[in-house]
């Protein structure tokens, strides 16, 4: 569902904006994988108000999903590599941490009662 809505999107934007397609991926790809790893963290985290009713390791996570983390990063690098967004690291990398860190904010705000 992530991938597939990352995709159109970039896809909408790279169209309609004339970028190249893989940096629009590389980017969009870049914002959704931090995003979705800052809300999982938040999600296990204090900050979550909602309590656990079970007691399973909240930390847990299985090999498939450190595979595809590994394999969504190798590839999001790889894409980055070939883009022209590379002669702007650090502004790209402060803008991917900006956003999602307001983005991860907002969420935990939202969820407080």
């Avoid at 597939?4 to 980017?27: C, D, G, M, S």
């Avoid at 999982?40 to 390791?57: F, M």
């Avoid at 590839?75 to 307001?102: H, I, K, M």
């Amino acid at each position: 569902m992530v991938a597939a809505a990352t995709l159109i999107a970039a896809a909408v934007t790279a169209k309609l904006f004339e970028f190249r397609i893989w940096e629009t991926i590389a980017l969009f790809g870049a914002y959704a994988t931090l995003l979705v790893i800052l809300l999982w963290t938040i999600k296990h985290s204090a900050l979550w108000p909602i309590p656990r009713t079970d007691n399973s390791s909240v930390w847990q996570f299985s090999m498939g999903q450190l595979l595809l983390l590994m394999t969504v990063v190798a590839v999001l690098l790889s894409l980055f590599r070939a883009s022209e967004l590379r002669e702007l690291g650090e502004a790209v990398a402060s803008d991917l941490v900006t956003n999602s860190a307001l983005v991860a904010a907002l969420v935990v705000i939202w969820a407080k009662p």
